[in-house]
């Protein structure tokens, strides 16, 4: 009974361990961010390296609040907790204070709270108690529209806080649901909207459009394994594009190539139906989806593109393909960070001696640019020993996850893991130019109370359900 009592008991160290050297490591580099020789003391409150010793201090507390409650609570409260979130989310757009034209804080006593950082562990709960009960399926329409609808709730309220970078963070879900059952049809589609929505970006819908026939009767041979069906399609498609140019050039009738490209695809696709219909071709109504779905997702890119992302964000995507090349305005933050990651070399400059990072060249140093510090102070020996931190984490995180004897504890460990995963891989790739810059911290290196305590309390949560794993949670 006393060790039931006892909440160090069976907690995972190796976790707590990387948790506190990258809390401290992350303190000691924001230290280094903004230093400066008229304020040297790393306790000096009135600087953002005092402040950021207040969250971690104030983050160890929550983390041991979050141990101290019974492993039960997260699941019986789950769905509280997430409307409880939710309303805080639609406060924030009329109560909330604007900071770099996001409409998401609260501020209290001079303490600034990002509801949207919260909403990442209720989310992580509700979608783990809800996959978790007796006789969820993955497979059923009603699954992936309740789940769909977690996702997107937080994510919407979110985007009309103009904070795209936060909103994007809840996509990482479908690492989730791939791991408990997700057909791999899904990931494959997701990851073509991601191709294309790029492609769009790059060339003319014509280009695009030739390319999703070829693939597509590419993907039919593939699926059928007989060039037969694929030959069929592309004397089909070329048929009717020769006859189309044909009489246009007979008749006199305008068309540009798109014109008749469309047109041609058009009536391939109910020829192609029809022949599909009656050769009992399965594959065909395949393909045929990954057409339109495909087509859907290049038309619509021009809309989101224009009226979801804001000008800023515009100009930073043109930037990292090479459509702009600005280096004085939305390319300056990302050219100015790879200066630094450059400048520090194999060992770095030293501690304290970051020429980029003491002279302000690089924007947001402290904030979503913490990493250039670490390579310019580190080097490259600096930038590795901290990934393979992180890795660490990461790994540790899935191996705790797949010794659960829950299915919510499972599930809650896995919407860790990959949320920490999202944040990891998109904020490095800013600051080394591989990734648009959305503006998503680093986590336990980014100053800043509310994505420190969001951080803590989503990962101590679970560290106290492994320490509980014995229980019947469900």
């Not at 930038?383 to 984490?393: G, K, N, Q």
């Not at 920490?420 to 130019?433: A, K, P, Q, R």
Request: positive net charge; proline residues 2%; hydrophobic residues 55%.
């Amino acid at each position: 009974m006393k060790s039931q009592n006892n909440i160090f008991v069976n907690l995972d160290w190796i976790t707590i361990l990387l948790y506190l050297v990258l809390v401290m490591m992350g303190w000691i580099n924001i230290y280094a961010a903004v230093y400066s020789d008229e304020h040297q003391s790393i306790l000096d409150i009135g600087q953002q390296y005092g402040k950021q010793m207040i969250w971690i201090c104030a983050g160890i507390f929550l983390a041991f609040c979050v141990l101290i409650v019974d492993s039960k609570f997260y699941v019986a409260f789950a769905y509280h907790i997430y409307i409880l979130i939710l309303l805080l989310l639609v406060a924030v757009l009329f109560l909330g204070r604007e900071v770099n034209g996001a409409r998401a804080w609260f501020e209290v006593g001079g303490v600034a709270l990002q509801p949207a950082e919260l909403a990442k562990f209720a989310t992580s709960l509700v979608v783990a108690k809800y996959m978790s009960q007796f006789g969820f399926k993955m497979a059923r329409t009603k699954s992936y529209i309740v789940l769909g609808t977690m996702m997107l709730l937080p994510a919407l309220l979110i985007l009309l806080q103009n904070d795209t970078g936060s909103a994007l963070v809840f996509a990482v879900f479908f690492l989730v649901f791939y791991r408990e059952g997700l057909p791999d049809v899904v990931l494959i589609g997701g990851f073509t909207a991601i191709v294309l929505f790029i492609l769009a970006l790059l060339w003319t819908q014509l280009q695009i459009l030739i390319l999703l026939i070829v693939v597509s009767l590419i993907l039919l041979i593939f699926l059928r394994q007989s060039f037969k069906d694929g030959i069929i399609g592309f004397v089909l498609v070329s048929l009717i594009y020769g006859i189309l140019f044909g009489l246009k050039n007979l008749i006199g009738f305008d068309a540009t190539p798109f014109q008749l490209m469309v047109v041609t695809s058009v009536l391939s696709v109910m020829a192609f139906i029809v022949y599909g219909l009656k050769n009992h071709i399965r594959q065909a109504w395949f393909v045929l989806l990954f057409f339109i779905f495909s087509i859907a997702i290049t038309l619509s890119v021009n809309y989101f593109y224009s009226n979801i992302l804001i000008s800023h964000q515009r100009d930073r995507v043109d930037n990292l393909l090479g459509i702009k090349n600005d280096l004085r305005g939305a390319g300056w933050n990302v050219h100015q960070s790879k200066i630094a990651i450059g400048s520090g070399g194999i060992i770095g400059k030293g501690f304290l001696k970051g020429t980029q990072t003491k002279y302000n060249f690089v924007p947001e140093q402290s904030t979503d640019f913490i990493f250039c510090t670490v390579g310019e102070e580190w080097g490259f020996l600096g930038t590795t020993v901290v990934i393979l931190l992180f890795l660490a984490l990461l790994i540790r995180l899935i191996f705790l996850a797949e010794r659960q004897r829950s299915a919510f504890s499972r599930i809650y460990g896995y919407c860790v893991a990959s949320i920490l995963f999202f944040h990891i891989v998109i904020n490095v790739s800013m600051t080394i130019g591989l990734a648009p810059v959305i503006g998503i911290p680093l986590p336990f290196f980014s100053y800043g109370g509310s994505s420190l305590w969001s951080f803590t309390v989503l990962l101590f949560i679970f560290i106290k359900l492994d320490a509980s794993r014995t229980k019947n949670l469900r």
